[in-house]
DNA sequence: GGTGAAAGCACCGAGTT
DNA sequence: AACTCGGTGCTTTCACC
């Protein structure tokens, strides 16, 4: 749970990675100087050590006729029931993340759907779950991204 | 921008690059029972529609000691400055999304940071910028996230 | 649109410095 | 810890179906 020792080599092989997972590693080599044995190495202890969990492909929601996104602010009757709400809310297909949050809200989740008629559809499973007493319903307008690239770089140079 | 037709030999190709872009093409031809030519042709066009936009890797970033999750609402002097201020918004580190949105707050962003003295520094810049009334805070306890198989498997069942 | 084979490379472990 | 090297096996293309 504790930090992790990266140094720059690590961290320049992270950079290229998080862009394109499938790069081979005898180019992250010549780029870097290094054989490809090492990236190999390195890659390997990373993903031992945690710091890589998995690999995933970044897909166009919108060309999948999935443009809408909502935040669901939730409001429970009794905040003890907290945590088995938010497993509930968890089962609802399409709510892709949900936290616990302190201020306004007891449960603040997105919601990813086609198009407003289907989100209304979702947003009536919340609220149906047992001990939720309202839902405060935000939509998207415009989405602006920071890519994880950008991320990654503001926590190197952290560091 | 629109649809783009998927058959069930793409669908089952995006759900297992979905969880290892890194698999080898052979596997997934061998478990589908077709070559490995076509695997490669069909992930070529799906690259090519911009359904599959890119690849990237899960990292843990409580392992780098980025632990802290919040999201944080925006309230404008003004919302003729809406775009503007998304921008500013957007620039700075640590803020992974930022969206226009509808009901109580006018931009809607999250933030991920070291903890809560650092969060707090991210805040203060959010509160620097012109055009900004008001902030509201809200920090993530927990977080419980459906990963992007169970929303592929939603998409697919759906269409 | 799919196949299968072949050429070119990449991966990754073993042995070395 | 990193390098080189070589066997194994993956990717990618192309002529053919």
Redesign the pocket.
Known sequence: MGKFKLDE?DHQILDMLIDNTRI????IAKKLV?????V???VKKMEEAGIIKGSSLTLDYKKLGYSFIAYVGVFLNNTSQTKFVLERISEIPFVTVAHITTGKFNIFCKVRAKNTSHAKDIIFLLDDIEGIYRTETMISLEESINDKKRLMHSIFNEL
């Open positions: 080599i081979p590693f005898t180019d290094i054989s490809a044995g090492t190999h190495v390195r």
